[in-house]
């Protein structure tokens, strides 16, 4: 009797999962799967990259992944994704489980939440943070500070090869700091190399597309193979390290000096507390948004800046071009400035072909949607986890003829103008448009120009030159690998 029961169960839960796999009439294409399984093995987070451009080239825009009974819709194409975005954006509906956004930071903050929390807090977010230059050309000041520290700390290697990865993170990341701590650290604080690795970590070993993020009863299953373990300890460390820095700032508020975002938000708890309403300013929405701040406002340029100059090392000429270019503009002795941006029109070019060709965010996070939806003669049940491929637009031959060659010229025009600058799509579109976009282009200028004025880029004697190939996790990020930067008299 009891094997009779187990064997009944059996068949009833294949038989639901089967039925739940049915795919509906008219549902988005995509690779056959094995069956009950489905799409397990077609898309590993290793090569999330190169298996989506190839769905995409058979498939279309869009493009349907099935794990059991669980589908995913990628939609990529600059057109459709627009659609989607932008003309008709109402149709995205509550963040759908996953377990960085639900379990980690337990659907708070900006990134992981939806609805009017998502609205209320990224407004409040926004305007709070534009207070202390965030957004504004005000910001430049803070920025330049940043540089001549990282250069100083530059110019300690005399030239020799180094990783510049855990420099260019803090440096970054203070950046942020000032706006969010309202001060910076300094830069062999052992606090801010440890959440910088932690988070450095974090981008580059997890996956939106993990199973973990879709079957929350992995997380149970003995041992850590999916590392969502060890995920939730690195984040009680961070959240125990912002805990720390948002009571020094609760004991020591004063509403006549509001001092950075930290401020900003206690500010607005008290008023609400006082006013005994009903309110979503929680230490945990604050723990969660100050985190995801951090996160975002450092991981994301930090890495297009590894890129930048990884693709710099590759080609010299361009380096060369850069360096004149600034020579001719810039006075000796100081560094280049945001003012100086119209007359370094290639430099700006460079920045952008850095921005597209590294796609450090290939695709959003996940999304959900209110009802079913019917785009390109297809229907997208609102049951379905969907993706926008942001790399699908980036890498597209037919705006960006020859997508994989890095050619900063393809964004200047015959007279010397940069152009097509809005056809990229690193920052998405529509509401959920980047937060930090003008703020990580601001950097990315800065930050390059300034290193390039002063140094030339090279690979170690006697080394091959690093690969191109990259680490897919929440974001793209280059292998690790040192240069030497030679000073420039």
Known sequence: MDIFLVLLAIVTILLVITLMSRERKNFPPGPPGIPLLGNINDLKPESMLTTLRALHKQYGDLVSIRFFHHHLIFVGGSKSTNELLVKRGDVLGRKPYFFIGTEIFQNSGVFASSGQLWKEHRTFGITSLRNFGFGKRTLQTRIMEEI??????????????????????????????????????ELTDRTSAEMC????EFVSSTAFQSSINFFPFLDYLPGDLFGSKKLKRDFDRIFEVMQSIVDEHRSTLDENNIRDYIDCFLLEQKKKDEASEDHTFTDKQLLVTVSEFFTAGMETTSTAIRWGILYLLHNPDTQKRMRKEIDNVVASGRFPLLDDKPKLPFCEAVCYEVLRIANVAPTTGPHALKDDVTMNGYVIPKNATLFIDLDSINMDPDLFPDPFKFNPDRFMSEDGVVTGTEKIGSFSTGRRVCMGESMAKMELFLFMTSLVQRYEIQKEAGKPLPSLDGIEGLTYSPKKYEICLSRID
């Open 148 to 185: 001549d520290y990282f250069l100083a700390e530059v110019d300690s290697y005399k030239g020799k090869p180094f990783d510049i990865q855990p420099l260019i993170s803090k440096s970054i990341a203070n950046v942020i700091a000032a706006l969010v701590f309202g001060k910076r650290f």
């Open 197 to 200: 690795s932690l988070l450095n």
